[in-house]
């Protein structure tokens, strides 16, 4: 067993009963398994504050990633284009992502300390009508800034055209009323937010957009349509399911439901992602996003000055001590990042900033 908590944007740390459910091995034709793929769909949906009328939730094998590339894929037809909004890795990835499966694509892409301004994505789309979606991410946590999909959406929802968002590492954790906000497709992960483990994503789809994909598919294994045909029907997924991965999510959507829900759980987070910035400045870490547009996901921190310091070193001495964090992702500027989500709490920060502070005291004192 791991003798640390992890302090990233997922994988992250599961509760001791989410684990234990992956204890028992099932059978993916067993009428009670596929029962528990029903209810995660219908969870997934009240989640999302939206009626098995108007949208259904696919379940995909795979990282968030498959899931993203599933949606561009299934549903941007040979005819259609899409405007990528990116400020980050995971934007830019989508590019790469189009790029693969030669979709015609635009790229409005901001610095990573920026978010993309629906203003800019109306104008936009106003001077290419070929543009049929629009496609960002959420929580962008390259840097750990967390984009206004609200304002894009309405914006994107005037110009008549479909909304794609990845909220990989937002969805559970900041509520996100799927419909209200435009959103057509919306993709997270198993491994996030509602804390479960990785080895699927999960798709909630506008009914009527994703029927209206059909022939537009790429891919067969990825082919958004074709596994929400199959799983519609029983619950039985078309190809080999992550068995022990869905039970371990079934409990973690219940204990998100036990813990108060979306809200109580963003509380939680925002919580910890409060402390942790206070406390990490008062040790003298800036952030490299501002409080306007910084997410409660994960912070990314600028390296300390008059500090003998290299990651390595410090991931390792902080890790010994009972916690993981992530190393940066910029490359203009040198960072790590801190994530405190999962099952993570103030006291745990508390601890963790603790670690740190002995670690400059003893890094000053050997400089010294």
Known sequence: MNTYKLLTPGPLTTTDTVKREMLVDRCTWDEDYKAV?????????????????????????????????????????????????????????????????????????????QIPEAAQVARLLAEDPAITHVAMVHSET?????????????????????????????FGGVDIPVADWGIDFLVSSANKCIQGVPGF????????????????????????????????????????????????????????????????????????????VEKMRALGFSTYIDGAHQGPIITTFFYPAGVSFTFADFYQYIKERGYAIY???LTEAETFRIGNIGEIYPEDIEKLTGIIADFLAERKEAIA
Not at 144 to 162: E, F, P, T, W, Y
Not at 229 to 243: I, L, Q, V
Request: glycine share 8%; net charge positive.
């Open 37 to 113: 793929t029903q209810k995660i769909r219908r969870q997934l949906l009240e989640l999302g504050h939206v009626s098995e009328d108007d949208y259904t939730v696919v379940l995909m094998q795979g990282s968030g990633t498959f899931g993203v590339e599933s949606v561009l894929n299934s549903v941007v037809g040979a005819q259609d284009k899409v405007l990528i909004c990116s400020n980050g890795a995971y934007g830019e990835r989508m590019t790469q992502m189009c790029q693969r499966a030669q979709i015609n694509y635009s790229h409005y892409a901001q610095p990573y300390d």
């Open 327 to 329: 190393p940066g992702k």
């Open 201 to 276: 994503s999960f798709i909630l789809c506008r009914r009527d957009q994703l029927l209206a994909s059909e022939g537009k598919a790429r891919t067969l294994s990825l082919d958004l349509l074709d596994q929400w045909k199959t799983m519609e029907k029983d619950g039985k997924w078309r190809f080999t399911s992550p068995t022990h991965v869905v039970l371990a999510f079934s409990r973690a959507l219940d204990e998100l439901l036990a813990e108060g829900g979306i809200a109580a759980r963003h509380r939680r987070y925002v919580e910890n992602n409060r402390l942790l």
């Open 142 to 170: 390259t840097s750990g800034i967390l984009n206004d999909i609200q304002s894009v959406g309405k914006v994107v929802k005037d110009a008549g055209r479909v909304f794609l968002v990845d909220a990989m590492s937002s």
